[in-house]
């Protein structure tokens, strides 16, 4: 079945460092690649996505790549903000048969970034 | 996106009792979902809702525990039945937008058993 890893937490970080988030994947086909975020006290939100090897998601200058050669879409950003302060879940969507649309999430990364 | 609300946004409930919680969509979506975030875990899908007909359950979570309804194409409800502390989490209910492939989430019930 699929499976979503990411590496292990929390992540702490001074503001304006760089920041990695690894995700690998293990999925039948070619399923979709999605970030997503939790802020404090907020609702999941969709932070990029990748449908085919080799897009390159992207927003709120974050950026994600879909490599399908290593089965990975790591998370990064060039300068963390402390209001980037928050939880980051990778996940993938099946996109066919009766596993349609079904999300399959890692198990969350807390990133905590101090002034 | 999608405007989605669910009530109640969070109850404490005693063991043995049952909830049902409200997922209302700004649009019709054929695609809905219902998850499951434990404290301090990740989310995990219990059931596709299908409009018209029986909801599709994940292994693991079944109908008597978790009925689901669907009356139409934006609104679903989830139940969960003789709570139990082990089922304090948060639930969630998404939507996919099947042209983009995109799936939205709901602002969640937290649900306190005790």
């Known amino acids: 079945g699929n499976s979503v890893t990411q590496m292990e937490g929390p992540v702490t970080l001074s503001e304006e460092a760089f920041l990695t988030i690894n995700c690998t994947y293990t999925?039948?086909?070619?399923?979709?690649l999605f970030w997503y975020v939790q802020y404090p006290g907020e609702g999941l939100q969709l932070l990029l996505k990748?449908?085919?090897?080799?897009d390159k998601g992207s927003n709120k200058g974050f950026e994600a790549t879909y490599r399908k050669e290593t089965t990975s879409f790591h998370l990064e950003k060039g300068s963390v903000q402390v209001s980037d302060s928050a939880v980051y879940f990778c996940?993938?969507?099946?996109?066919?048969?009766?596993?349609?649309?079904?999300?399959?999430f890692g198990q969350g990364t807390i990133l905590t970034v101090h002034p | 996106s999608a405007v989605i609300s669910q009530k109640p946004s969070r109850d404490i409930c005693q063991r043995g009792t049952s909830l049902t919680i409200q997922c209302q969509v700004d649009?019709?979506?054929?695609?809905m979902f219902w998850y499951r975030q434990q404290p301090g875990q990740s989310l995990t899908l219990i059931a596709t809702?299908?409009?018209?007909?029986?909801?599709?359950?994940e292994s693991g979570f079944v109908i008597d525990k978790f009925p689901i309804s669907r009356p139409n194409l934006t609104f679903s409800t989830l139940t969960v039945s003789n709570m139990s502390p082990e089922d304090s989490s948060i639930y969630l209910c998404?939507?996919?937008?099947?042209?983009?492939?995109?799936?939205?989430f709901g602002p969640g019930t937290r649900l306190t058993v005790l």
């Open positions: 996940a993938l969507s099946s996109i066919g048969g009766t596993s349609y649309g079904k999300l399959t």
């Open positions: 999925a039948t086909g070619y399923p979709s």
């Open positions: 998404s939507v996919e937008r099947e042209w983009n492939n995109e799936q939205f």
């Open positions: 649009s019709q979506v054929t695609m």
């Open positions: 990748a449908t085919k090897a080799d």
């Open positions: 809702a299908n409009q018209g007909s029986e909801a599709t359950y």
